[in-house]
C-alpha cells in the first residue's frame, strides 16, 4: 500500500519539512537562550527584518516605533507597506491607529485579484482601492482602476445599468 502525500508532495518531502522547522524552531530556542530573550521576541525580531530596507530605517531613526513596523508586518503588499509607513510618520498615528489602519488595509487588499498560485496580480496601493472603492460606490458598478495601464474599467451587466452610469457621469443622450 502506497501512502499520499497530498498536495502535491511526496510523505519523504513532508517529513523534511517537519525535521527543518524541528530545527529552525530549535535554532530559535537556542538563540533566545544565548540572548536572554523569550523565543516570541526573537521570531518577532526576524520578522522585522522582512520589512522593506526603508521602513527598517524609519524604526532606527526614531520616526516609527517597533510596534508600528510590528503592525505594517502584517500588510501584504509592499508597497502598501511603505506608503502606510509614511503616513504613519506624516500623521503621527499612534501604534493602536497604526493597527487600525492595517486592518483596513488588509480588508481592501482581500479584494485584489490573484492568480492560481494565491500571488497578487496587479496590486493596486491603498489610494488607489479607496478611490476605485468611492467611484464604484457613486455610480453603481464594479470598477477597476490600473495605475499601470492608465485605465479605468466600469463593468455593467446590462444596457439598463450602463444608462444609469452614463446618466450619473452626464453623458446620456436622449
Do not use: F
Not at 492568480?115 to 496580480?121: A, D, P, R
Amino acid at each position: 500500500m502506497q501512502i499520499s502525500g497530498g498536495w502535491g508532495q511526496e510523505p519523504q518531502d513532508q517529513l523534511e519539512q517537519i525535521e527543518e522547522g524541528g530545527s529552525r524552531y530549535r535554532a530559535v530556542a537556542k538563540l533566545a537562550h544565548l540572548t536572554g530573550h523569550t523565543r516570541t521576541h526573537i521570531s518577532h525580531a526576524i520578522r522585522l527584518l522582512k520589512l522593506p530596507i526603508a521602513i527598517q530605517k524609519m524604526v532606527r531613526s526614531g520616526q516609527l516605533t517597533v510596534g508600528h513596523a510590528e503592525a505594517l508586518v502584517g500588510v501584504e503588499l509592499q508597497g502598501s507597506k511603505l506608503a502606510i509607513a509614511k503616513q504613519i510618520v506624516n500623521q503621527r498615528m499612534s501604534v493602536r491607529e497604526t493597527r487600525a489602519l492595517v486592518r483596513e488595509a488588509r480588508k481592501e487588499t482581500a479584494t485584489v485579484p490573484k492568480n492560481e498560485l494565491g500571488k497578487t496580480v496587479n496590486a493596486a496601493s491603498p489610494d488607489v482601492l479607496r478611490l476605485q472603492k468611492r467611484i464604484a460606490e457613486r455610480i453603481g458598478c464594479e470598477v477597476r482602476l490600473d495605475s499601470d495601464a492608465a485605465s479605468l474599467t466600469i463593468k455593467y451587466h446590462n444596457l439598463d445599468i450602463l444608462d444609469g452610469v452614463l446618466e450619473k457621469l452626464g453623458l446620456l443622450e436622449t
